[in-house]
T-cell receptor, first 116, second 110 residues
Framework: DADVTQTPRNRITKTGKRIMLECSQT?????MYWYRQDPGLGLRLIYYSFDVKDINKGEISDGYSVSRQAQAKFSLSLESAIPNQTALYFC???????????????FGPGTRLTVL | LAKTTQPISMDSYEGQEVNITCSHN???????ITWYQQFPSQGPRFIIQGYKTKVTNEVASLFIPADRKSSTLSLPRVSLSDTAVYYCLVVDTGRRALTFGSGTRLQVQP
């Protein structure tokens, strides 16, 4: 979805480095999410935020932190990157007031992170 | 949290109808059945959502029997561009996040 952008799209870093992945959205949605995807597997939730003051851990939050700078921006940080954090990272947004009955998420293009 | 089970992979040919079945035996009253599509190196994309009976949109149809313990995503006349991973999710109106399984990898051959 072009309304959800992620930067960078690709990043190679070394073990121990601090990395920040950024997500911006122009959809005006309050809810934002960070997922990671490992090869051949589904997505796993890292953190989610229902508004600027509401941030929650997902199923695999260890080693990650987030910042919700504004309604439109949600950043994911790896404080000290390690090789098993090599994965594809997706940001998503949703709006519970949309017409569909249950929450539908809109995903960004992903950031491919490699930790050497 | 209703768990879903779907085939790991399926193969088809262009022009055929593809049906992917998902089982969700412990679906709750407030749960909706939602399908997403994911192309390689892209984020998942919403395809269709339903609660019961049949739902159809411009992309697919979703069939849900009366007991709602399973659902079938139907893709009419697939093309090569339908090659993707398809995820079946059970989502309730109050849930705060989605849980993705491994999905069904559909390969469409010419």
């Amino acid at each position: 979805d072009a309304d959800v952008t992620q930067t960078p799209r690709n990043r190679i870093t070394k073990t121990g480095k601090r990395i920040m992945l950024e997500c911006s959205q122009t959809k005006g949605h309050d809810r934002m999410y960070w997922y990671r995807q490992d090869p051949g597997l589904g997505l796993r939730l890292i953190y989610y935020s229902f508004d600027v003051k509401d941030i929650n851990k997902g199923e695999i939050s260890d080693g990650y932190s987030v910042s919700r700078q504004a309604q439109a921006k949600f950043s994911l940080s790896l404080e000290s990157a390690i090789p098993n954090q090599t994965a594809l990272y997706f940001c998503a947004t949703s709006d519970p007031l949309q017409l569909r009955e249950a929450d539908t998420q809109y995903f960004g293009p992903g950031t491919r992170l490699t930790v050497l | 949290l209703a768990k879903t089970t779907q085939p790991i992979s399926m193969d088809s040919y262009e022009g055929q109808e593809v049906n992917i079945t998902c089982s969700h035996n412990n679906i709750a009253t407030n749960d909706y059945i939602t399908w997403y599509q994911q192309f390689p190196s892209q984020g998942p994309r919403f395809i269709i959502q339903g609660y019961k009976t049949k739902v159809t949109n411009e992309v697919a149809s979703l069939f849900i029997p009366a007991d709602r313990k399973s659902s079938t995503l139907s893709l009419p006349r697939v093309s090569l561009s339908d090659t993707a991973v398809y995820y079946c999710l059970v989502v309730d109106t109050g849930r705060r996040a989605l849980t993705f399984g491994s999905g069904t990898r559909l390969q469409v051959q010419p």
